[in-house]
């Protein structure tokens, strides 16, 4: 989109208070924005910008032209100066919060000066702009190669808006023309994307080289301008001679992409100068290559007019064929066949374009490639054909397609494998259907004697299942391993798939090695039925797999209460742990399994067990937040009082993961309010820290020590203005939290929070008597820190609160002379400002009898 939509008006808006805003012979457009405004605004932004300026702006922001009639006249007068800087966005802004998140985004931060130099280079107001350098107190060296955030400087604004006037203006007061933005772009590559060929050239004037490439990419301006379509720039460089065939950091010439990005006229134009229509870049493309990615005939023929090779090949082996094949351009395989391109031409894996079209589903394609006389039953490098591609992805109709044209059904790649196992073995149930009503071998056996079934019971499809075993698919057949289609669906968790198979005569036998294996998969699935039939077979319950995992882990972990009920009733070792340390009950109350917890605490599960931390089920319990389970283990007789290997407690736990049900729960079960970690940090420290206010105020209401101070000597109160937590801070005040402690490296806490950044912080503690002339351990005020770290903001809220602009701290030295010492002009001018107004407000005091 461009900067600015042009509202074409011959002439300066008049406008009067109470009526109507408008302009001389205005665009439909513009007319009918700037008649629904209302009529106050222009008094309101008339300052910054005209009504026909403020058209054209509107126009180009559909939020603004959105706000017109919701918005009121204050709320145009406290944002007109904010939407300005966001004309020059290049992509649309459709949302207010988008809006003016890129606003504080990219201008935050800036003094007003230097935003109002952004705002007129938007304008192209050069005379206002001239005068706001003129009137700055700023060395002008410093003012003119300003950044926003994206470090975009003036100069690059006024060069994408061809705000020539300007550029030269900059140019001459010392902004450099070689300063890269973000993207590690020039203003001159700007100009040229946006084509402004003005400041294209005023910069080029000034010593850019018209073979500068920028560094991310490596494009020259002729990349540049033939990528963004700059038909008149493009001329102009030819004109000077540049090198045509420049490549960037990935081979593209300026044609490559010229032709990327369908500009027939661009094509035309390099191919005319001389630029190589055959010429590849670093991944073997040719401009060829690429007009077919982008599917534009227009280009492609173009190409094609002057020659183009269409049996190029890239570094992949992919003619301009395969290429169009891949990403189903139709017409252009049309335009490339007709111009003798290799129809059975083979990349590095050994696809034809009619592999590749089959693979990528367009069966257009391959109808077309067909009827050309393609090779239907050509093979790749691993031996498959288009058939056996478009059955692995499923992909019916070309499947179809394929067949009605002879198509071998039953052909094998290098592993054997027909059309129809690969459709199995990828879930693809409608291919796989056809192919059997098609007269597919079902009797195919693979490498590890795996047959169809084995396949499509560990993908669990039991429509293919009952497709194979209608078609006369042996249930029980076994691989190399003694293992058949029932111990598939079981090791996947296929549960439906294993119902359908016993229901369909499939037995149970393993041998012994995976007996437990299929004893713990069916408990992990609920399949209460294989369970017993496994068990059936003298398969030892508790046997367990590498993990130390049992069948009643297992069930446990996913729920399945009546497994969990089979298993402990066959005689499950109900407290068994892990390798771990975890036993089922651990499981359940972590998952927050209430019935199962509940069925295993009532058949004898352990409620005082521990892991392998040390944290018993109370522990975990809280710090997860399952509050019915919590109050179960509380019923059971749980210890409230245990600590972890850190000295953790259940209390801990809740508080630290700001469960507030589970903290109530503990305190009025007994839980130590203050117990403090191996890092002598009490509930109360952890609870600040997460802010949350609720189990604060149920630690305090317990009465939880307001000023214990951890292993550093850090209280609550300093954790809670360190993290920003106002209400945690102004509840720990109310408290008796003192508010001149101070911290490990004796600051001041005032200071804390001010080197933060925590004003409103800040202000809860001076309200609570924190001196705001405290000195931090090197002997600076938080006026005089904040001056040496450059915050005006925060300098204008300590003056604001009282702070002494005199005041020397233990450094005998007033703000005024460490923000000349830091060479900060902007600091030292708001400082003066500041002991004007001081030394005004003392001056004018009444002096006299009476008066001090």
């Given at each position: 989109?461009a ?16 009526s ?5 012979n205005?665009?439909?457009q513009?007319n009918s924005l ?12 008339g ?5 026909r ?15 017109v009639?919701?918005k ?15 004309s020059?966005v290049i992509d649309e ?10 606003y ?7 003094s007003s000066?230097?935003e ?9 107001n050069?005379?206002?702009?001239e ?5 700055s ?15 975009n ?26 300063l890269l933005?973000?993207?590690e ?10 084509g ?9 004037e ?9 560094r991310m ?11 963004y379509?700059?038909t008149e720039i ?8 540049v ?7 990935s081979?593209?010439?300026?044609l ?6 369908k500009?027939?006229?661009l094509v035309?134009?390099?191919l ?5 229509v055959?010429t ?5 493309n ?26 190029a090949?890239n570094?992949?082996?992919?003619t301009?064929?395969?290429t169009?094949?891949?990403h ?15 129809i059975n031409a083979l990349?590095n ?6 592999q590749?079209a089959?693979t ?7 109808a077309?490639?067909?009827?050309k006389?393609a090779?239907?039953?050509a093979?790749?490098n ?9 059955a692995?992805?499923?992909?019916t109709?070309?499947?179809v397609?394929?067949?009605n044209k002879?198509?071998d059904?039953?052909a094998?790649d290098?592993?054997?494998l027909t059309p129809?196992?690969?459709s199995?073995q ?16 079902i009797?195919?056996?693979d490498e ?14 039991t ?6 075993l209608?078609?006369g698919?042996?249930v ?5 391993n003694?293992?058949t289609?029932?111990?598939m669906?079981l090791?996947?968790?296929?549960s ?16 012994d090695?995976?007996?437990i294996a299929?004893l713990?998969?069916?408990a992990?699935c609920g399949?209460?039925?294989a369970?017993?039939?496994v068990l059936?077979?003298?398969t030892?319950?508790n046997?367990v797999?590498?993990s130390?995992?049992?069948?009643l882990?297992?069930?446990v ?8 009920r089979?298993?402990l ?6 407290n ?7 036993t ?7 998952k927050?399994?209430?019935e199962?917890?509940?069925?295993l605490?009532?058949?004898g599960?352990?409620v005082?067990?521990?892991?392998a931390?040390s944290?018993?089920l ?7 937040g399952h509050?019915?389970i ?11 009082y245990?600590?972890?290997?850190y000295?953790?407690?259940p ?6 993961n ?6 109530s729960l ?6 130590i ?13 952890y609870a600040?820290v997460?802010?949350s206010v609720r189990?604060?105020s149920l630690l305090l209401?317990s009465g939880?020590?307001?000023?214990a101070?951890?292993?550093n ?9 360190k ?10 005040l109310?408290?008796?939290?003192n508010?001149n ?13 001010f080197?933060s950044?925590h004003?409103?912080v800040?202000?809860?503690?001076l ?11 090197w ?5 005089q ?6 915050d005006?903001d925060l300098v ?9 602009i005199?005041?020397e ?5 007033t703000?005024?002379?460490l ?5 900060d ?6 400082l003066e ?5 001081f030394?005004?407000?003392n ?10």
């Amino acid at each position: 989109m461009a900067f600015f939509e042009e509202v074409r008006a011959d002439s300066a808006p008049a406008a009067t208070s109470g009526s109507q805003i408008s302009i001389t012979n205005p665009g439909a457009q513009a007319n009918s924005l700037l008649a629904s405004l209302p009529p106050e605004l222009v008094l309101h932004v008339g300052q910054y910008l005209t009504p026909r300026d403020f058209t054209r702006l509107a126009l180009t922001c559909s939020y603004l032209y959105a706000c017109v009639n919701t918005k009121s006249a204050g709320f145009w007068q406290r944002q007109a100066r904010q939407f300005l800087p966001l004309s020059t966005v290049i992509d649309e802004i459709e949302t207010q919060e988008a809006f003016v998140e890129h606003y504080q985004a990219t201008f935050g931060g800036l003094s007003s000066d230097e935003e109002s130099l952004f705002i007129q280079v938007c304008l192209g107001n050069t005379k206002k702009f001239e005068e706001i350098i003129s009137n700055s107190t700023i060395d002008n060296n410093i003012l003119v190669n300003k950044n926003d955030k994206n470090r975009n400087s003036l100069l690059h604004y006024a060069s994408a808006l061809g705000r020539v006037q300007i550029i030269n203006y900059l140019v001459k007061e010392g902004a450099k023309i070689h300063l890269l933005n973000g993207f590690e772009l020039m203003p001159i590559q700007l100009a040229v994307s946006r084509g402004q060929i003005g400041a294209m050239l005023s910069l080029l004037e000034r010593g850019i080289n018209v073979y500068a490439a920028d560094r991310m990419r490596g494009n020259t301006l002729l990349h540049v301008a033939a990528e963004y379509g700059q038909t008149e720039i493009v001329s102009y460089l030819l004109d000077r001679e540049v090198n045509i065939e420049a490549k960037n950091w990935s081979g593209d010439t300026p044609l490559h992409r010229a032709a990327l990005n369908k500009n027939t006229e661009l094509v035309n134009l390099l191919l005319d100068r001389g630029a190589q229509v055959d010429t590849t870049n670093y991944d073997g493309n040719t401009p060829l290559h690429l007009a077919v990615c982008s599917n534009d005939t227009n280009v492609v023929s173009a190409l094609l007019s002057k020659d183009a090779d269409v049996s190029a090949t890239n570094n992949s082996g992919c003619t301009p064929l395969h290429t169009a094949a891949t990403h189903g351009h139709a017409e252009i395989v049309v335009t490339l066949l007709n111009k003798g391109a290799d129809i059975n031409a083979l990349n590095n894996s050994g696809c034809t374009p009619l592999q590749t079209a089959a693979t990528h589903g367009h069966t257009k394609i391959v109808a077309t490639f067909l009827s050309k006389g393609a090779d239907i039953n050509a093979t790749d490098n691993s031996g498959c054909t288009p058939l056996h591609t478009g059955a692995k992805y499923g992909h019916t109709e070309i499947v179809v397609t394929l067949l009605n044209k002879g198509a071998d059904i039953n052909a094998t790649d290098r592993s054997g494998l027909t059309p129809l196992y690969y459709s199995v073995q990828n879930n693809q149930d409608e291919t796989a259907e056809l192919l059997l009503d098609r007269g597919a071998n079902i009797k195919l056996i693979d490498e590890g004697r795996h047959t169809l079934l084995h396949r499509a019971a560990t993908v669990g499809s039991t429509k293919i299942i009952s497709l194979l075993l209608d078609k006369g698919a042996d249930v029980n057949e076994i691989d190399e391993n003694g293992l058949t289609a029932l111990f598939m669906a079981l090791s996947e968790g296929r549960s439906e798939a294993v119902s359908m198979l016993l229901d369909n005569g499939a037995t149970i036998d393993v041998p012994d090695d995976y007996k437990i294996a299929q004893l713990i998969t069916a408990a992990e699935c609920g399949h209460d039925r294989a369970v017993t039939l496994v068990l059936s077979k003298g398969t030892d319950i508790n046997g367990v797999i590498e993990s130390g995992k049992c069948a009643l882990h297992q069930a446990v972990s996913n729920n399945h209460i009546e497994t969990v009920r089979l298993l402990l009733d066959r005689g499950a070792n109900i407290n068994a742990p892990d390798d771990w340390g975890y036993t089922s009950l651990s499981i359940a109350v972590e998952k927050g399994h209430k019935e199962v917890t509940s069925l295993l605490l009532d058949g004898g599960g352990d409620v005082e067990t521990v892991n392998a931390f040390s944290q018993n089920l109370l522990h975990t319990a809280s710090a997860k937040g399952h509050t019915e389970i919590v109050s179960l283990l509380l019923s059971k007789g749980a210890n409230v009082y245990t600590a972890d290997r850190y000295d953790l407690t259940p209390l801990h736990a809740a508080v630290k993961n700001n469960h507030s049900e589970e903290v109530s729960l503990l305190l009025n079960s007994g839980a130590i309010v203050d117990a403090a970690d191996i890092e002598e940090l009490t509930p109360l420290h952890y609870a600040v820290v997460d802010g949350s206010v609720r189990v604060v105020s149920l630690l305090l209401n317990s009465g939880a020590n307001v000023d214990a101070a951890d292993k550093n000597k850090l209280t609550p109160l300093y954790w809670a203005v360190k993290n920003n937590r106002s209400e945690v801070v102004s509840l720990l005040l109310d408290s008796g939290a003192n508010a001149n402690v101070t911290c490990q490296s004796v600051r001041p806490l005032l200071h804390v929070a001010f080197d933060s950044g925590h004003t409103e912080v800040a202000l809860l503690l001076l309200n609570k008597g924190a001196d705001i002339e405290a000195t931090n351990p090197w002997g600076y005020t938080p006026l005089q820190q904040a001056v040496r770290n450059g915050d005006r903001d925060l300098v204008s809220s300590l003056l604001d609160l009282g702070a002494d602009i005199k005041a020397e701290g233990k450094v005998g030295k007033t703000p005024i002379q460490l923000a000349k010492e830091n060479r900060d002009p902007y600091m030292v001018q708001l400082l003066e400002v500041y002991a004007a107004k001081f030394n005004e407000k003392n001056t004018s005091r009444p002096r006299g009898p009476g008066f001090c």
